[in-house]
């Protein structure tokens, strides 16, 4: 992934924490990349926000961006905490 891609990724990211979203992706440099192990916590927090927890479980660079986006959204919304 280039260092053009990355910045414009970041700076997305930094847009949906300003709308309330807050989302923390985990891979493993060195280790198989297997989705079948990954997990995902998508939780509503009390002020109406959403944070999402990823451990993809081995290198992010084998997933698609798309593939990361439905691996996620196939993950319900826990209640707030």
């Known amino acids: 992934m280039s260092l053009e891609t990355r ?3 970041l700076e997305q990211h930094h847009t949906e924490v ?3 979203r807050f989302r923390i992706v985990v891979s ?3 280790k198989p990349f297997d989705l079948a192990t990954a997990t ?3 939780t509503l927090m009390p002020d109406g ?3 999402e ?3 993809v479980n081995g290198s992010g660079r084998d997933l698609s961006d798309e593939d ?3 691996f996620i959204q196939s993950h319900p919304i826990e209640g707030p905490r």
Do not use: D, F, W, Y
């Open 40 to 42: 995902c916590t998508r």
């Open 53 to 55: 927890i990823v451990n």
């Open 18 to 20: 300003q709308r309330g």
């Open 68 to 70: 990361l986006e439905k």
């Open 28 to 30: 493993r440099a060195g």
């Open 7 to 9: 910045l414009k990724k």
């Open 49 to 51: 926000g959403l944070m």
